[in-house]
């Protein structure tokens, strides 16, 4: 379920990966969508993450951002990848509650280059959980 949502938005985003700040800056509705499907896939990754924190029954996380390090500290993840994604998730929380301008630079900037990363995390899970006979797709 959150798998799913997570890879269409992913979809969404690839689709716009040449998208420059300019035309964001022009074009509300874009701006609107991809920053919303940004935060999805933010945010699903995040939840993904607890439902197989809670399934294997593992430490559970301090923040958003600790939900990554607890996969990192049970070998789920590697480090550098944790890393990436604590970044993500923090991001994630300037999107939800919008404290300062957007800019619009590093937004184009995840979507051209960091949404690999959160492609190999689902690689990841779902290779993990397939070994313990757990369908990611279920969670």
């Known amino acids: 379920m959150i798998y ?28 609107g969508s991809i920053l919303w499907y940004l935060y999805t896939t933010i945010q699903g990754s995040i939840d993904l993450g607890l439902k197989v924190i809670s399934k294997l029954k593992l430490r559970i ?11 990192r500290d049970e070998g789920i993840i590697p480090e550098d990848l944790a890393r990436e994604l604590v970044k993500m998730a923090k991001f994630g929380h300037i999107l939800a509650h919008i404290y300062f301008k957007l800019d619009l630079e590093i937004i184009c900037e995840i979507i ?9 995390y689902l690689r990841i899970l779902a290779d993990t959980l397939k070994q313990r006979n757990i369908k990611i797709e279920e969670l």
């Open 4 to 31: 799913e949502k997570i890879l269409d938005a992913l979809e969404f985003l690839k689709r716009h990966r040449n998208t420059t700040p300019e035309a964001l800056s022009g074009d509300r509705k874009l701006l």
């Open 61 to 71: 996380p301090e923040s958003y951002a600790d939900v990554f390090l607890v996969l």
């Open 112 to 120: 051209r280059e960091k949404l690999g990363e959160i492609e190999k």
